[in-house]
């Protein structure tokens, strides 16, 4: 399983970005998937995160501002992310579940500058 994650990027305070995050390889069974961050000196924290049935969950600092999706021909899932703040300033981890394994995106770097 192959996981590459694109579309990060520098945007100003309250502007919007999309990330993106391709799953490949034998990707049958997916179970879940999501979206980690870590910011510099920080632990990686759970930002939003979506079941195979389509139940989400987000964290309380992205509410409302953010957004998972998927689209499943693609094997893709999407995090939409609004009304950006420089504290969302950090390194963007995909995950899938795959029959009980996770599987990890290489990171896309989002700065929000103020």
């Known amino acids: 399983v192959q996981l590459q994650a694109s579309g990060g990027g520098l945007v100003q305070a309250g502007g919007s970005l999309r990330v993106s995050c391709a799953a490949s390889?034998?990707?049958?069974?997916?179970?879940?998937m999501g979206w980690y961050r870590q910011a510099p000196g920080k632990q990686r924290e759970l930002v939003a995160s979506?079941?195979?049935?389509?139940?989400?969950y987000y964290a309380d600092f992205v509410k409302g501002r953010f957004t998972i999706s998927r689209d499943n021909a693609k094997s893709t899932v999407y995090l939409q992310m609004n009304s950006l703040k420089p504290e969302d300033t950090a390194v963007y981890y995909c995950?899938?579940?795959?029959?009980?394994?996770?599987?990890w995106g290489q990171g896309t770097l989002v700065t929000v500058s103020s």
């Open positions: 995950l899938f579940l795959i029959v009980g394994t996770r599987y």
């Open positions: 390889g034998n990707i049958n069974g997916i179970k879940g």
């Open positions: 979506m079941t195979s049935g389509g139940s989400t």
